[in-house]
Nanobody, 119 residues
């Protein structure tokens, strides 16, 4: 059974770059789901899809975040990473990683990690 776990700093200062890693266990990027996603949920708001990467390294980004986002993967470590630059307090959210068989389809989720942007 594939499981996902997010990791990264819980507090980031404005203008810095947020970096989060999702570690896949119980399976691999190659044989598990095809799309590996990052999704966030700001307080009091709905979930927002941020972007995705495939095993082969093809990336997809939300147009609203594309200029600040970068998703990469390390298949040897079974991990994929989100970097979000120039963060502001509006980037405060619970960040989730999720795997799915098609874009915008989420079959397995991580538990989520709270990230607060504050000085």
């Amino acid at each position: 059974q594939v499981q996902l776990q997010e990791s990264g700093p819980g507090l980031v200062k404005p203008s810095q770059t947020l970096s989060l890693t999702c570690t896949i266990s119980g399976g691999s990027m190659a044989t598990g789901y095809y799309f590996w996603n990052w999704i966030r949920q700001p307080p009091g708001k709905g979930r927002e899809w941020m972007g995705a990467i495939t095993y082969s390294g093809t990336t997809y980004y939300s147009p609203s975040l594309k200029s600040r986002s970068s998703i990469s993967r390390d298949t040897s470590k079974n991990q994929f990473t989100l970097q979000l630059s120039s963060v502001t307090p509006e980037d405060t959210a619970v960040y989730y990683c999720a795997g799915g068989g098609s874009l915008y389809e989420y079959n397995v989720w991580g538990q989520g990690t709270q990230v607060t942007v504050s000085s």
